[in-house]
Every structure is written in C-alpha cells, then in structure tokens.
C-alpha cells in the first residue's frame, strides 16, 4: 500500500520512521531560466539543449533539457522530503524514456521500496511523468540518520 507524505516537521524522516510504501511527489517546471541555470552549473552547452535553430534538424525536432536536469528534480525530493533534511546519496541508476521540453511540468515520485536497519540505507524508486507519460526512472540508494542513542553516564 502507498501512502503519500509531506515534508516531515523536522525537516527529516530518520531511518526508524520510514517504511516500505512511503512516497512524495513534487511538482517542477522546465523553464528557459532553469534550463540556462542548469547549462552554467554543468558546463554543458550542447546546442539540442540550447540552441532552438539546431535542436529544430535534430531526431528531437526541437530544445530538449538536460536529461540530468530532469533527474537532478529527484534530488530535491530525495533532500527536501523524502527521506529529507539529512539524507545523503549513495547511487542511482537512470533510464530516460522521453525527452523533456521548456514548458513542461515534470512530476516526480520516490517511493520507499526496502529499509536496511543495519547500514541505514533505504532504496528508492524514482519515477518523472510528464502528462502522466514516463520520462525517467531509476533506483536510488540513500543513507539516512538514525535516531541518537541516548547517552551514557
């Protein structure tokens, strides 16, 4: 069973509090200003990403964002909600399944597939949609804080 959950009041849900069938959603537009911003950060300049005139005589028939833009939107779930504040990556695994275009609204899923008490590690299916059509998915492997053992005195 899914049961969808908002960002935890502490900011971060810690290993103890995350169970197999949490998930987030969050919402992302592609905008030019994201898609410039993306371009700067990354150093990637590819003109199917930023020149409309040679994206038009590519397979893409068109500018396309980044495909690591669209999966960097996993991030913010993964470090803002779910698990949250805390949360350290550890892999993910990536599929693009179509391209993502200025103007789009990228919705993405984390769903909490596997809990390991014992390296405080959780696996996360993540999933983009754009109009309900999958644009990406993969796997990622999270650590995530633990509750503090009290001290000793």
């Given at each position: 069973m899914t049961t969808i959950v908002t960002q935890h009041p502490s900011g971060g849900y810690i290993l103890e509090e995350l169970h197999v069938g949490m998930a987030a959603e969050k919402v992302i537009p592609v905008?030019?200003?994201r898609i410039q911003q993306f371009a700067e950060a990354s150093d990637d300049f590819n003109p199917v990403h930023m020149d409309e005139a040679f994206a038009a005589r590519t397979a893409y028939r068109g500018r396309i964002a980044h495909g690591l833009l669209s999966a960097s939107f996993g991030s913010a779930v993964v470090g803002t909600i779910l698990p949250g504040a805390?949360?350290?990556?550890?892999?993910?695994?990536?599929?693009?399944?179509?391209?993502?275009r200025i103007g789009d609204d990228v919705v993405v899923r984390i769903s909490v597939v596997s809990v390991d008490p014992e390296s405080a590690r959780v696996e996360l299916d993540c999933e983009g949609f754009v109009d309900g059509k999958l644009i990406m998915a993969g796997v990622a492997t999270v650590r995530v804080p633990r509750r503090r053992k009290p001290a000793r005195d």
């Open positions: 905008t030019e200003q805390g949360a350290i990556y550890i892999s993910q695994t990536l599929q693009f399944h179509a391209p993502v």
